[in-house]
């Protein structure tokens, strides 16, 4: 058996990853934004290799999941899955980051950076990460005109060069960045066409399998068939200045 982490692990692809790994007999460590949250782990508590809780939109909690755990133990893989679509109206972190970036992008990065280096990781990105501004510039929202739907692009377009970048600059570890589609959880809807099995197998493989085809790194995934991304996020200058950039935001160096 493997240990591995999941944020955002209390519904929708997290919690259905969760589920599929703890049925697979692996150590899950399951994660909550607040021990309220939390609550809906109960049925899975006695089969979990443990719950932390932490707000990924605080800097300080961001923190304080990590430490949870590093303190249970070393983790074969980490799937960052925890993410918003975006507020309405651009709301501020207690640092004062805008709320999608802090979590699409600061917290994978931060957690990336405080917890012990593992086998693998496994970064959620969106199609939509193709659409989205590449200058690096205003990252926070604070200049332009808010508009979500770009916001939430740009979050995902730092969190696929993330986890490529981090391919390249840890050899030792195997990282990837999955497109789940637009399948119907809270987020994505009831309407939502994509297959929701698909759409977490896809993480589940890349974090646990031996299959040839899954134990390789630096790429972007859809339902198990590798894609081309946005071509920034294989520009390795578009990555260094990105994570030159994160670790000015979060205060954390990665490298």
């Not at 969190?159 to 987020?187: E, F, I």
Request: net charge negative; hydrophobic share 45%; proline share 4%.
């Amino acid at each position: 058996m493997n240990r591995i982490f999941i944020t955002g692990s209390t519904q929708g692809l997290g919690l259905a990853a969760a589920r599929t790994l703890m049925d697979e007999r692996h150590e899950v460590v399951l994660h909550a934004r607040s021990e309220e949250s939390a609550a809906v782990l109960a049925p899975f508590a006695a089969r979990a290799a443990g719950i932390v809780i932490g707000d990924l939109s605080s800097a300080e909690e961001t923190r304080s999941v990590a430490q949870q755990v590093n303190n249970i133990g070393p983790m074969y893989a980490v799937i960052h899955n925890a993410g918003i679509f975006g507020e309405s109206r651009r709301e501020s972190t207690p640092e004062g980051h805008a709320l999608s970036l802090a979590v699409n992008t600061l917290a994978p990065y931060m957690l990336t950076a405080l917890i012990e280096r593992p086998r693998r990781l496994v970064y959620l990105s969106s199609s939509m990460h193709r659409g989205a501004d590449g200058s690096l510039r205003d990252m926070n929202w604070i200049e332009r005109c808010w508009d979500r739907e770009r916001a939430y692009s740009e979050s995902k377009l730092y969190v696929t060069a993330l986890a490529l970048a981090v391919a390249r600059r840890w050899p030792d570890v195997l990282s990837n960045a999955v497109d789940p589609g637009w399948v119907p959880t809270r987020m994505g809807g009831l309407s939502a066409p994509d297959d929701l099995v698909m759409g977490h197998r896809t993480q589940t493989w890349l974090a646990m399998s031996g299959d040839a085809a899954a134990t390789v790194s630096g790429g972007y995934w859809y339902h198990r068939t590798r894609q081309m991304p946005a071509s920034e996020t294989l520009d390795a200058a578009f990555q260094d200045r990105l994570i030159d950039r994160l670790s000015e935001l979060a205060g954390v160096s990665l490298f």
